[in-house]
């Protein structure tokens, strides 16, 4: 679709191309709008001006782009030395980068959405450009994937980053129950509520709520096989990634079939209940990860450096050293950790503290596998 109209109205679609002249006189851009879950079926008013106000300023828009990475060109010459084109002009810029896609974000200011560029620069094909701006106010420049995630300059110039950090840490505490959403009559559901429908069970594992999932198995609507296309893993994966020990008790009194990567998402918890639970079931204490070719063993060996390197309190440490000790005891293979196949498993990564490291090979040779 060509826009000429000096106003923007909105299509019905979340993701579209307009064609922006002074961006590329041969190609449409992409437009992204980023999607609010709630209710409202259309994006907010203050994203819609958002694309008024880059149909009236395209010229004025990319100035202020390139004279950005001017400003920063001396950054970017120390990350990639020769490899950086010698710039110094805008028109300089111009032949070095191309603006490909437009990302409307929620945060707003005097009724304009802050907006991120993405875009290609002739230095660095596989990450390309980013810029996230409001108006001609430039705020960070960086790869591309500046353009889509850098919502939180938009707190920083607002002053609402604390309270947003507030309002997160309040919802990781008491989390909301999830919902699904209905089709809107006229424009259906949006993305973010696809998504949420997709998400739905498995956001009940992950904030909680037990017993409407429970409901939900019971009545038929799911079962210990169901996938949403939310997540490539099952209900039960999920239930061990999410410390969720009631739902992964009730998944395997139905007796999975697929219990693939649970006891890797319990053992990175040092979840040792839940360990327990997995190996009575009969999954094999020794299961190689499909993708990343690591093993239980390995995974709690990693979460053990993780304490000590946070500095975790001695109780959990001890705890976490009782989890080793029981998978050891009941046939874990020491051997995938004290002479691991991939350099970066070995205990030295893990362990920079030479006494701790001693003490865990100790362990490991004392419980190992016979």
């Known amino acids: 679709m060509r826009l000429f109209n000096k106003k923007y109205k909105w299509d019905g679609y979340w993701e579209t191309c307009y064609f922006l002249k002074e961006f590329d006189s041969n190609e449409e851009i992409n437009i992204q709008f980023e999607d609010e879950l709630s209710e409202i079926p259309k994006p907010k008013d203050s994203q819609l001006n958002s694309v008024t106000f880059i149909i009236n300023n395209q010229a004025k828009i990319l100035n202020s782009l390139y004279e950005s990475f001017l400003s920063e060109y001396d950054k970017w010459k120390e990350i990639y030395e020769e490899h950086l084109p010698e710039m110094k002009s805008i028109n300089d810029v111009k032949k070095h980068i191309e603006i490909s896609s437009i990302y409307i974000d929620l945060p707003e200011k005097e009724s304009i959405s802050y907006i991120g560029y993405r875009g290609d620069c002739s230095w660095d094909e596989e990450h390309g450009i980013g810029f996230y701006t409001h ?65 739905y069970y498995y956001h009940l ?73 997995l190996v009575n079931h009969g999954i094999n204490i020794n299961e190689q990860d499909d993708w990343f070719k690591d093993y239980p063993i390995q995974n709690i060996v990693s979460s053990i450096g993780t304490l000590v390197r946070n500095k975790e309190s001695k109780e959990k440490y001890l705890k976490a050293i009782d989890v080793l000790k029981w998978v050891l005891n009941n046939g874990a293979n020491s051997e995938f950790v004290l002479n691991p196949i991939n350099e970066y498993d070995k205990l030295e990564y893990s362990f920079e503290d030479k006494k701790v490291r001693d003490e865990i090979k100790e362990i490991l040779k004392n419980y190992g596998y016979k």
């Open 135 to 199: 108006k001609l106010k430039v705020l960070e420049v960086g790869e591309s994937s500046i353009g889509f995630s850098g919502t939180w300059n938009a707190y920083r110039d607002l002053g609402i980053e604390k309270q947003i950090e507030s309002e997160i840490a309040e919802n990781n505490k008491n989390p909301k129950l999830p919902k699904r959403y209905i089709p809107h009559p006229t424009y259906g559901l949006k993305p973010s509520q696809e998504d949420a429908n997709k998400g």
């Open 205 to 277: 594992i992950e904030r909680g709520f037990n017993q409407e999932f429970i409901n939900h198995f019971n009545q038929g609507d799911i079962n210990t096989e169901t996938r949403t296309g939310y997540v490539d893993m099952s209900f039960l994966e999920r239930a061990c990634q999410s410390d969720n020990n009631e739902i992964v008790e009730f998944l395997l009194s139905k007796k999975p079939v697929e219990t693939k990567g649970c006891l890797k998402q319990a053992s990175y918890n040092l979840n040792l209940s839940m360990i327990k639970s």
